[in-house]
């Protein structure tokens, strides 16, 4: 039996990428985990090696329907959405629906449970940006019809509904701005650069950078970004935090840096910049840094590294 007095928390999404990670984290921490998951981008790969540890236990279920969970909730982090662009050209209707639909159930559980509610934003509500690096307060530069608009606006809207619940409801939420973030469990085929570099450098094959490959991005390994996050659930601030690494590097640079690190053959190819792809992305973690005392601590090359040895055992 599980001890009662354990804190329960609820992760929608938690078969995916970050949401495995976050549910292995909330259980090491000595919470009860419930993690939800359709399974239409997550894997029960990801969480196979929690299930029948104590406390954690795994529903399959669309939260864009209505949500029931039996008993006390103390934490309910929303992290179900699609969340590459390949999801959003192949599921656009879906990846509408969980950023609307699904962050009002998510918030309709939390409001009659008195959960704190930790809604997983994204740094694509900052657009295509015209600012440098990007802090809470900037607004966007956002194209609302096309490709990406999908996931923005997605995005964006859940954040107008967790603070409408907020002040509304009165319920507890967080808002964390996730920006792009890599480690072990990413999808080989998810569109993603890490992974497009990666999986092509170790198969030998040609290697593909969009545009001249100067649109840069801060990237994070995922364990920095699961600690802050959790920092985050556990403080007390109610406004939006960026959590991601400063650390700006170039697409191509990125290529090089991967293909030498993994001694392969692979050539670099460059094909058309897909539509409204961000130029620039960096996130200012002022804030971040002053109210969580967080601060990205993996080097590139040690996460690199690490990301690189999990794609070996995925493609062997």
């Known amino acids: 039996m599980t001890a009662p007095d354990k804190k329960h928390a609820v992760v929608t999404g938690g078969a995916g990428f970050l949401g495995s990670h976050l549910s292995e984290r909330l259980l090491a ?4 985990v419930t993690a ?8 029960i790969k990801n969480i196979s090696h929690l299930m029948g540890s104590e406390g954690f236990r795994f529903i399959k279920h669309d939260v864009t329907e209505y949500i029931f969970i039996d008993g006390p909730i103390d934490y309910i982090l929303h992290f179900a959405s699609p969340a590459s662009p390949i999801d959003y050209l ?5 990846t509408l629906k969980v950023g609307s639909l699904g962050t009002h159930k998510a918030l309709g559980l939390a409001k009659p449970k008195g959960a704190r509610f930790l809604l997983a934003s994204t740094s694509e509500v900052y657009g295509d940006p015209l600012i440098h690096p990007q802090p809470e307060s900037y607004w966007g530069n956002v194209n609302p019809v096309g490709l990406r608009g999908v996931y923005d606006e997605a995005k964006r809207f859940a954040e107008a509904m ?3 619940y907020k002040r509304y409801h009165g319920v507890d ?21 890490i992974p497009a570099f990666i999986s092509q450098a170790l198969k030998g094959e040609e290697v593909t950078v969009f545009g001249d490959g100067k649109q840069t991005r801060s990237i994070c390994y995922v364990d920095d970004l699961i600690e802050g996050i959790y920092r985050l659930l556990l403080s007390e601030v109610s406004d939006p935090v960026n959590i991601g690494n400063p650390d700006e590097i170039s697409m191509l640079e990125l290529a090089r840096e991967i293909i030498a690190s993994i001694g ?3 050539k670099i190819v460059f094909k058309e910049l897909p539509l409204d792809d961000p130029k620039i992305r960096q996130p200012d973690t002022t804030r971040a840094s002053s109210l969580l005392d967080w601060r990205a601590k993996v080097q590139r090359r040690e996460g690199l590294s690490k990301t690189i040895e999990y794609f070996r055992t995925q493609l062997t």
């Open 29 to 32: 921490e000595g919470c009860r």
């Open 173 to 193: 939420t967080r808002i964390v701005r996730i920006f792009n973030t890599y480690g072990p469990r990413m999808r080989i085929n998810d569109g993603r650069a």
């Open 90 to 94: 192949n599921l656009p209707i879906q």
């Open 162 to 164: 967790t603070m409408a």
């Open 36 to 43: 939800i998951d359709n399974l239409i981008t997550g894997d």
């Open 264 to 266: 392969s053959k692979s």
